[in-house]
């Protein structure tokens, strides 16, 4: 029996709006924005969220994504996905949610989470399932750390080969710890390990961000 033609006129609109919105993934970017809230790091919460607020939402445009993860003893879990947003292709509207999320931001940073033990690995996992689902052209990994990891006992983390494909790293606001004063090699063999790894599992590039202003100018060079 044949279809009448009439139900393939009105199958073309929802076909070419599928495929708009396909193509359009290309051009809209996933950021992940990992924030450790163990040991002495639980501290600058209120300096993670000024970056943030300054480096990152005002580089997103109608259509970006963000996701804000904590970094505690056990981070491979939905809980630890604080909060995610999609900015609406309405300017207005995008303005609004960008507002929105900056006051979540701040009620972030004035609590009091703080976790005894670190783990890295297990949000950086989480980001990139988030990344990999939202599917956009450009996928950025921001970690607020100090890169120190110590995972509980039981608990174990390995990459797979892709698990960051498509993705760029960078280590933001990475404070040094005690030891790192005390020998600087410590933290420069943590961060280069961390590199391997990182590239070694698929990553498109890993960076190490010490000066905060430099964050846009990172973000134009992946995009």
């Not at 051009?27 to 209120?46: M, P, Q, R």
């Not at 590199?195 to 060079?221: C, H, M, P, Y």
């Amino acid at each position: 029996m044949r279809t009448p033609i009439k139900h393939y006129l009105l199958a073309i609109p929802l076909v070419l709006m599928v495929a708009a919105c396909t193509d359009s993934k290309q051009y809209e970017t996933s950021y992940c924005a990992l924030v450790d809230i163990s040991g002495t790091y639980a501290s600058e919460k209120g300096n993670v969220v000024k970056i943030i607020k300054a480096g990152i939402l005002p580089e997103m445009i109608p259509g970006d994504s963000l996701y804000f993860i904590t970094i505690d003893s056990n981070s491979y879990t939905k809980d630890n996905l604080i909060t995610k947003l999609t900015l609406d292709y309405r300017p207005t509207r995008a303005n609004k949610q960008k507002f929105a999320l900056s006051r979540k931001l701040d009620k972030f940073a004035s609590g009091n989470a703080k976790s005894r033990l670190t783990d890295i690995s297990g949000a950086m996992m989480l980001c990139s399932d988030y990344l990999k689902e939202a599917q956009s052209g450009t996928q950025v990994m921001f970690v607020f750390s100090d890169m120190f990891e110590e995972l509980p006992a039981g608990v174990v983390r390995k990459f797979a080969d892709d698990e960051f494909s498509g993705i760029d790293v960078a280590a933001m606001n990475v404070i040094k710890l005690s030891q790192d004063s005390s020998n600087p090699e410590v933290y420069r063999k943590r961060l280069k390990d961390w590199d391997e790894r990182i590239v070694g599992s698929g990553a498109n590039s890993w960076t190490t961000l010490l000066d905060a202003t430099k964050i846009q100018e990172f973000i134009d060079k992946v995009k």
